[in-house]
C-alpha cells in the first residue's frame, strides 16, 4: 500500500468514526457515511443496504442513485447482486453487474448507467446487518484485490 493511499484510508476512518459519534440522527449519519466513502473510493455512486428482517433489504441510504428509492426498494435475501452480498456474506465486485449471474434491474433507483458493482458486507460482532456498495459507469473492477465472476 503507498503512502497516500494508507493516508487516505486512515482519513477515511477519522471521518466515519467522527460520523458515528456525532449526534446527527440515524439517517443524517447514514447519508453522510455513503458521501464519504464515494468521495474516498472517487466512484458516482455508494449505497447502504440493511437488514429489514431476516429475509430483506432496504435500501437505506444512497449518494448518486435516486433518492426517491431509499427506505422504498427492498430485495429478498439472495436476490440479484445486492442479495447475493448479503447471503453470501462476501465481496461481490463486477467489472459487468448487469451481465453477471443473478443480476436484478431495479428502475426506480436509476441505477441502469452503471456498469461496475462491489458490494461489501457490513457486520458487527459477526453479525451481518447488511452491506454498502459502490457503482461506476464505466467497466472497471473498483476493488483491483477480489474479482467475482
Known amino acids: 500500500m ?31 457515511i455513503t458521501h464519504l466513502i464515494a468521495d474516498s473510493m472517487g466512484t458516482e455512486v455508494c449505497s447502504i443496504y440493511l437488514f429489514r428482517d431476516a429475509d430483506t433489504l432496504e435500501l437505506c441510504a444512497t449518494e448518486g442513485l435516486n433518492r426517491d428509492a431509499v427506505h422504498q426498494t427492498r430485495m429478498k435475501l439472495g436476490e440479484g447482486l445486492v442479495g447475493r452480498v448479503a447471503k453470501s456474506n462476501k465481496i461481490v465486485n463486477t467489472a459487468d453487474a448487469p451481465s453477471a449471474k443473478g443480476f436484478r434491474y431495479m428502475p426506480e433507483t436509476g441505477e441502469e448507467i452503471y456498469s461496475s458493482f462491489l458490494g461489501i458486507p457490513i457486520q458487527r460482532l459477526g453479525e451481518s446487518l447488511g452491506f454498502w456498495l459502490c457503482n461506476q459507469n464505466w467497466r472497471v473492477n473498483l476493488h483491483p484485490m477480489k474479482s467475482t465472476p
Do not use: I, V, W, Y
Request: zero cysteines; hydrophobic letters at 25%.
Open 2 to 32: 503507498s503512502r497516500r493511499s494508507g493516508s487516505n484510508s486512515r482519513a477515511l476512518l477519522g471521518r466515519l468514526r467522527d460520523t458515528m459519534a456525532s449526534e446527527a440522527k440515524g439517517q443524517e449519519r447514514l447519508d453522510t
